[in-house]
């Protein structure tokens, strides 16, 4: 039982590059969620799903986009990298809006 | 703009002592949650508290919560030096599992 996988774990990028975070859960979980974490700003909610086929925005969904094709994955892309997107990305799953969330590893992004 | 809001920013105290942290949030709520994260790490869920209960208890975690003044605290009883990390409350205020910016406990051993 792996909970919740990110791939990649470190990646840098070129601005105006495009990439593609790819989350990965085993638990069934209906929802999913990505956020981002830099110093002193705590977790801001970015994108997530509530089951498969659906997205929504969160707090900061600009320059991102996500696909949630599959139950257990939900895809994080940025289409035109910018240095402001330097940051550590956390996906997490939880069966419901009102169950515990479990959280990936994180990936360690940097837009340079 | 993120939801939950703790305090203090950062505590640090003595192996041994009690540690408190507050989260005030600003609408009605369904449940509060609270996640520790250890550096660099994902966050770890600690306890979970539903809008009609008041108090609930995990090991050497105390969780409270008053509707009424749209806050919570979370007691930390005996620190010992590997309860040094953030610790998050996260409320279902409209979008699902909206974070503070985290309260930063060292305990010194």
């Known amino acids: 039982n792996a909970g919740v996988t990110q791939t990649p774990k470190f990646r840098v990028l070129k601005t105006g590059q495009s990439m593609t975070l790819l989350c990965a859960q085993d638990?069934?979980?209906?929802?999913m969620y990505w956020y981002r974490q830099d110093p002193g700003m705590g977790l801001r909610l970015i994108h997530y799903s509530v089951g498969e086929g659906t997205t929504a925005k969160g707090e900061v969904p600009d320059g991102y986009n996500v696909s949630r094709l599959k139950k257990q994955n939900f895809l994080l892309g940025l289409e035109s990298a910018a240095p402001s997107q330097t940051s550590v990305y956390f996906c997490?799953?939880?069966?419901?809006?009102?169950?515990?969330?479990?959280f990936g590893q994180g990936t360690r992004l940097t837009v340079v | 703009s993120q939801q939950g809001e703790e305090d203090p920013q950062a505590l640090s105290i003595q192996e041994g002592e009690n540690a408190t942290m507050n989260c005030s949030y600003k609408t009605s709520i369904n449940n509060l949650q609270w996640y520790r994260q250890n550096s660099g790490r994902g966050l770890v869920h600690l306890i979970l508290i539903r809008s009609n209960e008041r108090e609930k208890h995990s090991g050497r975690l105390r969780v409270t919560l008053d509707t009424s003044k749209k806050s919570s605290s979370l007691l930390i009883t005996a620190s010992r030096a590997a309860d040094t990390a953030s610790y998050f409350c996260a409320t279902d205020e409209g979008t699902p599992l909206v974070f503070g910016k985290g309260t930063r406990l060292s305990v010194i051993a």
């Open positions: 997490a799953s939880s069966y419901s809006g009102e169950t515990e969330a479990f």
């Open positions: 638990m069934n979980h209906e929802y």
